[in-house]
């Protein structure tokens, strides 16, 4: 029999001083912790769902030597770690390989959604109502290339280095909230820090930066018209593109004009809505069915540096367009 959810259980039962009430306080923070730790979405909120179903099941046993948030954190840490031993691999395509040229442009066989890092709607784990400068900093911290990279972290380290780093603890709570010591944890935040030099990519610009917010626009308009010279205009020589669940990606202005009026011709006509992900910018890509009519295609995530593209991913699930809030077509 399948023991039910913490969702179904709020529903039945009163828990001990509004226990539900305080822990929901949390979810949207502990969300974006285990989404760090295990680079999929959907793990991400099975790991909260299962982090409240264990503090409901052990709140008596509360002793509040330390505090609710703190205490969540330790039960969701061991939740991560149960499920990080799993077989999978988050990764990207451009860590599967080197790029293709386009005339060599195979697709392939789709790979399975534990393969690569998943997206996550900004609001789902930052609370986009902070204070700017930190929610700025929070963006950092979920952009694509530093949560793929933190998989390359033993899991201690990852998870040290989000709560000292990125959460911003002391390190005798992280000790404490870990089962271990204050010279355990600097010395794993330490060998993180190390390790994520070597992987480091540049600082994408920033999202509410007006000229950021021109250039969306420039491309927004030449998507939708499918003025492929406008487009390349807007990239920089080094843009990467990436459509899992293929493994294949393209590198280079002209590589990527070549797909668009190639084997991605079918994305002209297409409509784009913006969203906020990964902390930065993105779009819900609906192509065009029928007269009149749109229907999720993939959700695309721009990068920005520089005043210039340089990522340009496509990720084919438009199953996950209800995720970010976007509705299931469009009509004229």
């Given at each position: 029999?399948?023991?039910?959810?913490?969702?179904?259980?709020?529903?039945?039962?009163?828990?001990?001083?509004?226990?539900?009430?305080?822990?929901?306080?949390?979810?949207?923070?502990?969300?974006?912790?285990?989404?760090?730790?295990?680079?999929?979405?959907?793990?991400?909120?099975?790991?909260?769902?299962?982090?409240?179903?264990?503090?409901?099941?052990?709140?008596?046993?509360?002793?509040?030597?330390?505090?609710?948030?703190?205490?969540l954190y330790?039960?969701?840490?061991?939740?991560?770690?149960?499920?990080?031993?799993?077989?999978?691999?988050?990764?990207?395509?451009?860590?599967?390989?080197?790029?293709?040229a386009t005339?060599?442009?195979?697709?392939?066989?789709?790979?399975?959604?534990?393969?690569?890092?998943?997206?996550?709607?900004?609001?789902?784990?930052?609370?986009?109502?902070?204070?700017?400068?930190?929610?700025?900093?929070?963006?950092?911290?979920?952009?694509?290339?530093?949560?793929?990279?933190?998989?390359?972290?033993?899991?201690?380290?990852r998870s040290?280095?989000?709560?000292?780093?990125?959460?911003?603890?002391?390190?005798?709570?992280?000790?404490?909230?870990?089962?271990?010591?204050?010279?355990?944890?600097?010395?794993?935040?330490?060998?993180?820090?190390?390790?994520?030099?070597?992987?480091?990519?540049?600082?994408?610009?920033?999202?509410?930066?007006?000229?950021?917010?021109?250039?969306?626009?420039?491309?927004?308009?030449?998507?939708?018209?499918?003025?492929?010279?406008?487009?390349?205009?807007?990239?920089?020589?080094?843009?990467?593109?990436?459509?899992?669940?293929?493994?294949?990606?393209?590198?280079?202005?002209?590589?990527?004009?070549?797909?668009?009026?190639?084997?991605?011709?079918?994305?002209?006509?297409?409509?784009?809505?913006?969203?906020?992900?990964?902390?930065?910018?993105?779009?819900?890509?609906?192509?065009?069915?029928?007269?009149?009519?749109?229907?999720?295609?993939?959700?695309?995530?721009?990068?920005?540096?520089?005043?210039?593209?340089?990522?340009?991913?496509?990720?084919?699930?438009?199953?996950?367009?209800?995720?970010?809030?976007?509705?299931?077509?469009?009509?004229?």
């Amino acid at each position: 029999m399948t023991p039910p959810s913490y969702d179904a259980l709020m529903s039945i039962t009163t828990l001990p001083s509004d226990a539900s009430g305080t822990f929901e306080i949390h979810r949207r923070e502990l969300t974006g912790y285990c989404y760090r730790m295990l680079g999929g979405r959907s793990e991400a909120e099975d790991a909260v769902q299962e982090t409240m179903l264990r503090a409901w099941r052990s709140i008596d046993g509360f002793e509040g030597r330390s505090s609710v948030r703190s205490w969540l954190y330790r039960i969701a840490h061991h939740v991560c770690i149960d499920m990080h031993r799993s077989p999978q691999r988050r990764a990207r395509p451009m860590e599967m390989g080197p790029s293709t040229a386009t005339a060599d442009a195979v697709l392939g066989e789709k790979l399975p959604e534990s393969a690569w890092l998943q997206p996550i709607a900004d609001h789902r784990v930052l609370a986009l109502d902070g204070d700017p400068a930190e929610v700025a900093a929070e963006r950092e911290s979920i952009r694509l290339a530093f949560v793929a990279a933190l998989q390359h972290l033993p899991a201690k380290q990852r998870s040290v280095l989000i709560l000292c780093e990125v959460l911003k603890l002391q390190a005798a709570e992280v000790a404490e909230l870990l089962d271990t010591t204050v010279a355990s944890v600097n010395s794993a935040l330490q060998r993180a820090r190390a390790t994520l030099s070597g992987l480091e990519s540049e600082h994408l610009d920033p999202v509410v930066d007006p000229e950021h917010e021109a250039l969306l626009a420039q491309y927004v308009e030449a998507f939708e018209r499918y003025d492929i010279d406008r487009l390349v205009a807007l990239l920089r020589d080094d843009v990467v593109l990436s459509m899992p669940p293929y493994d294949m990606w393209l590198e280079g202005p002209q590589d990527l004009a070549a797909w668009f009026l190639g084997q991605g011709i079918g994305c002209k006509g297409a409509r784009l809505l913006p969203v906020f992900v990964n902390g930065t910018a993105g779009f819900g890509n609906y192509r065009l069915t029928a007269p009149g009519r749109w229907e999720p295609f993939a959700i695309q995530i721009i990068e920005v540096a520089g005043g210039r593209i340089v990522g340009h991913h496509n990720y084919l699930y438009p199953e996950w367009f209800a995720e970010f809030g976007l509705p299931d077509h469009l009509e004229d």
